[in-house]
C-alpha cells in the first residue's frame, strides 16, 4: 500500500497548510507546474456519479502535463460483472500512477488502497468523507478570511448523510477558536461518531438546532448542503424534508457583511439563484479552488510515492472478524471475503469499524 488520502485526518496540519501554500503558488504561477506530471497517468474510477469532483481531477491532471483514464459510472466497469474493489484495484495499478476513487459503499476507497500499489485519493464514500472537497473548502476559507483560526462556522441542512460536512469538521477539529454551529431538522443531525469522536474529543465549541435565521448574525463561514435523496431509504421522509432550509437574499440581510457562503454543490433548491449575485456567496469560487487543492494534492501523492514515504495508519489494536458491521452502506456488505475489522474508540467495550467508522460493542 501506498501512502493514499482517504480522509483529511491522513493529512498533517503542516500538511494541509503546505497544499494550500502549493494551490496558491500553482494559482500564481500556472506555468512553473505544467509538466509537472508529464508521462504520469491518473485514474478516475467513479461509481457513483459526479460532476466537479472527477471533471476537477482530470482537469488538474492534465493543466499538470499529465494524463488521464477512466469511468464515469459502475455500470460501465466490470463491477456490473461482479468484480471486487480489491481486485479493481491491483487492476488499475497496472496501468496509472494515481487513482482517485469514488464508491456508494463506505470504506470502498479504504479497501482500494490497501490493495492498489499506488497512491488512492477517496473522491468521497458513500456518506462518511470526501477529503478533497474538504481541501476546496479549507482553501476558500483560507483565501476569503486569511485564515483558518477563530471563525464561527455554520453547517446547515443535511448533517447526517452530508459526507463534506464530516470531513471538513474533521479538518477544523485541527485548528484553534473554531465554534461550529450545527443547523438540521432532528432527522438530520450530526452522526454521533462526527459529534462525539470529533467535536466533543477535541473539545470544540458546538451547539445544535434548528433555526438559520436565528443563527445567521453570529456565522463567519455559512456551509449549506443538499438533502442527499439517494441516501435515503425512504422517499417520503425525503419528500417531508427536502425544503427544510432554503437561503434567499432576503435571510442573507440577516448576515454578516462578510459572512462567507460555501456550498459544495450541487445545490436542488437551498440557496435562491438570486443570493448567487451577492459577494458573499463564494461557492463558485470554492469550485475552482478544488481544481488547484487536487493539483496540490496529486503532486504531494506522487512525490511520496517517489519517496518511498509509506502510510502512518496503525493497525496494532485492531480486532478481526470478533463481530460484522451492520451498517448497510458499509462496504463489507457486499465485498465478498472481507474480514471485519474494529479499533477501539475512547469509550469503554466500543469500537468502531474501520472502514465505515460506525461505532459496536463488543
Ligand atoms: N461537490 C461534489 O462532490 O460535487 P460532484 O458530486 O459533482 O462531484
Known amino acids: 500500500m501506498k501512502r493514499s488520502v482517504i480522509d483529511t485526518v491522513d493529512l498533517t496540519v503542516e500538511e494541509l497548510d503546505g497544499i494550500i501554500q502549493t494551490a496558491c503558488d500553482i494559482i500564481d504561477n500556472p506555468k512553473k507546474y ?3 506530471c508529464k508521462g504520469k497517468k491518473l485514474a478516475t474510477l467513479f461509481f457513483e456519479p459526479s460532476t466537479r469532483t472527477r471533471l476537477s481531477f482530470e482537469a488538474a491532471m492534465l493543466e499538470l502535463g499529465g494524463s488521464v483514464i477512466g469511468f464515469s459510472e459502475a455500470s460501465s466497469s466490470s463491477a456490473a460483472k461482479g468484480e471486487s474493489v480489491a481486485d479493481t484495484a491491483k487492476v488499475i495499478s497496472c496501468y496509472a500512477d494515481i487513482i482517485a476513487m469514488r464508491h456508494p459503499k463506505e470504506g470502498a476507497p479504504y479497501v482500494a488502497a490497501k490493495n492498489a500499489s499506488i497512491p488512492l485519493i477517496n473522491a468521497g464514500d458513500g456518506s462518511h468523507c470526501h477529503p478533497t472537497q474538504t481541501l476546496a473548502d479549507l482553501l476558500t476559507i483560507y483565501r476569503e478570511k486569511g485564515r483558518l483560526n477563530d471563525l464561527s462556522v455554520g453547517f446547515c441542512g443535511d448533517l447526517k448523510y452530508g459526507r463534506t460536512v464530516h470531513s471538513l469538521i474533521n479538518a477544523l477539529s485541527r485548528y484553534s477558536g473554531i465554534k461550529i454551529v450545527l443547523i438540521s431538522p ?17 473539545g470544540m465549541e458546538y451547539v445544535e438546532t434548528r433555526d438559520l ?67 458573499r456567496a463564494c461557492y463558485f469560487k470554492q469550485v475552482l479552488n478544488g481544481k488547484y487543492m487536487r493539483m496540490a494534492l496529486i503532486l504531494t501523492l506522487l512525490e511520496d510515492a517517489e519517496n518511498g514515504v509509506l502510510p502512518t495508519h496503525d493497525e496494532s489494536h485492531v480486532v478481526t472478524n470478533k463481530i460484522r458491521c451492520v451498517n448497510p452502506r458499509c462496504i463489507t456488505s457486499v465485498e465478498q471475503e472481507l474480514d471485519h475489522k474494529f479499533e477501539p474508540t475512547d469509550k469503554e467495550g466500543v469500537y468502531k469499524c474501520i472502514y465505515c467508522e460506525s461505532e459496536h460493542k463488543i
Open 34 to 36: 505544467s509538466e509537472k
Open 186 to 202: 432532528d432527522e438530520l443531525k450530526l452522526p454521533k461518531y462526527v459529534r462525539e469522536g470529533v467535536i466533543e474529543k477535541n
Open 213 to 279: 435565521e436565528g443563527s445567521l448574525a453570529s456565522l463567519d463561514i455559512l456551509y449549506m448542503t443538499r438533502i442527499q435523496r439517494e441516501r435515503f431509504f425512504d422517499a417520503d421522509e425525503y419528500e417531508r424534508l427536502k425544503d427544510s432550509y432554503v437561503l434567499t437574499a432576503e435571510k442573507m440581510q440577516l448576515a454578516k457583511e462578510d459572512t462567507c457562503v460555501l456550498h459544495p454543490l450541487p445545490r436542488v433548491n437551498e440557496i435562491s439563484v438570486k443570493v448567487d449575485d451577492d459577494k
